[in-house]
């Protein structure tokens, strides 16, 4: 099916962000005054103090329609319009790929809506980026978007044809990738590299974790979630409760949850039901937990306040997860040394081929050892310690480097390899097992920590890049 098609080539995109991690935000934020020409005014210019809408940052008005009108501006968003027809060109996309998973739809009202406000959002961080300094030239996204088709096992032009075929130009593909790029950078940058697990939070969630082992449950949830504004006032507060309290009395009197979520969220999953699929309650903030082990499959917790909204969760259905004895996690660990030349103008690779096969010449005959030609001639930090890398672990080094590593013997003096960094001979100096069960269960619970914290960090984050943006929504005519 061509939707889903393209629904996983842009899955594959959005994964790709996770990989540019590393990538460098840029180096300072630049006043207005230091962007280059063609770079928009600085947001800053627009009045931020006007209200966002009448009802207060993340309720959208009804959209209105116009048969006559062939584009119009349909927000302002600080210093960038979103326009009618962009709004139209995204629910389009949207409402294939969710046909494409035979997904049901939201009223058309209620999907703009949901549209607009992802959109809005979107180009807030954008901005932000930008502001930023955050970027990504021609040559990071050509082997972005290589790397993506290599993921669906296909050619770039393989791709683009795909691509046309569904009606995305190739060119708006890549803008959109851009665009992920940036936003997954500056989320690394201003939520991600800030959230920090102590050992205390390890000790306490490992103690928490033997208490609970007994009686693991999964749940199955689906959620509503009425945002509140940042620094809203008790009058908006009020307005958001009133519209959470009409979300609950429609669900007693036997709404269907995914509809009322499709029209009343405002989380990111509004269009997909409110579905966050199975969670372990452990991952859930505890205010959440407590109301849902009440439950059972089908019904709904209360109205949930917290600092950011008002949440309705749905327990669809749970599950008991069994306990299994836990596998010891024994590695293999290897002590190696390695000499490393790269191949420049002056020394083509066929000549740091032949000069470290020399090398290793000598070290067989004994007229030179292994660790004084390291010191001499390898051209890494490794150098001053006799090439001595230490004891790496599985996954520590390339495959092109551990693979023939691991087939040594020790004392054995590799031929001469090639990887990424350039040519090496590898020597094995020694082995040994280790029991990795405590190192593992405590890197997994700080795995746990820093995904529960971030999902909570993200969310406060995202609302707050929302609520400082200039939004003005225009009325068509």
């Known amino acids: 099916m061509r939707t889903t098609r393209l629904h996983h080539l842009k899955l594959a995109a959005a994964l790709l962000c996770a990989l540019t991690a590393n990538a460098a935000i840029g180096q300072a934020a630049k ?75 939201p009223a058309q009202a209620d999907l703009e809506r949901q549209v607009l406000e992802a959109m809005i959002v979107e180009r807030a961080q954008l901005q932000l980026a930008r502001e930023m300094g955050v970027r990504v030239n021609d040559r990071e996204l050509d082997a972005a978007i290589g790397r993506i088709a290599e993921g669906q096992k296909m050619t770039v032009q393989d791709m683009r044809n795909q691509m046309e075929k569904e009606g995305m130009t190739f060119a708006q593909f890549r803008e959109e990738i851009r665009n992920e790029i940036m936003m997954q950078r500056l989320r690394e940058h201003e939520v991600d590299s800030k959230i920090q697990v102590s050992d205390a939070e390890v000790d306490t969630y490992l ?47 036997g709404a269907d949850f995914a509809k009322i979520a499709a029209t009343y969220s405002d989380a990111p999953d509004a269009l997909k039901g409110g579905a966050i699929g199975w969670r372990e309650a452990d991952r859930l903030p505890p205010l959440f937990a407590n109301e849902l082990r009440k439950l059972s499959p089908g019904q709904v917790t209360p109205v949930i306040k917290t600092n950011t909204g008002f949440y309705i969760l749905k327990m669809a259905d749970k599950r008991n997860l069994a306990k299994s004895d836990q596998q010891q996690a024994v590695v293999q660990q290897t002590r190696a040394r390695h000499i490393l030349i790269k191949p420049t103008p002056a020394m083509p690779a066929a000549e740091a081929k032949r000069k470290l096969a020399e090398l290793k010449a000598k070290i067989e005959s004994k007229s030179a050892t292994f660790e004084e030609l390291a010191r001499q001639n390898s051209q890494d930090g490794s150098a001053a310690k006799g090439g001595d890398m230490g004891w790496l672990e599985p996954g520590d080094l390339v495959p092109e480097f551990e693979t023939p590593m691991n087939a040594l013997k020790l004392g054995q003096v590799s031929d001469v390899i090639e990887t990424p960094f350039g040519f090496h001979i590898i020597e094995v100096l020694e082995r040994k097992s280790q029991d990795m069960t405590q190192q593992k269960e405590r890197l997994q619970a700080r795995q746990v920590i820093r995904e529960r914290k971030l999902g909570e960090a993200f969310e406060d984050w995202a609302r707050e890049v929302r609520d400082r943006a200039y939004v003005e929504f225009r009325e068509e005519g």
Request: net charge positive.
């Open 31 to 105: 006043p207005a005054s230091a962007a280059p020409a063609a770079a928009p005014a600085a947001p800053a210019a627009a009045p931020a103090a006007k209200p966002a809408s009448k009802e207060g940052a993340g309720f959208l008005p009804p959209a209105s329609s116009s048969a006559n009108v062939i584009d119009s501006i349909k927000v302002v968003v600080n210093d960038e319009v979103i326009t009618t027809n962009e709004l139209r060109g995204r629910v389009a996309q949207i409402t294939a790929r969710l046909r494409g998973q035979n997904a049901q739809l």
């Open 207 to 253: 103690a928490a974790e033997k208490a609970a082992a007994a009686e693991k449950v999964e749940m199955d949830l689906s959620q509503i979630f009425v945002g509140i504004p940042a620094n809203a006032t008790p009058e908006q507060i009020a307005a958001r409760r009133a519209r959470a309290d009409e979300v609950m009395r429609q669900l007693r009197t």
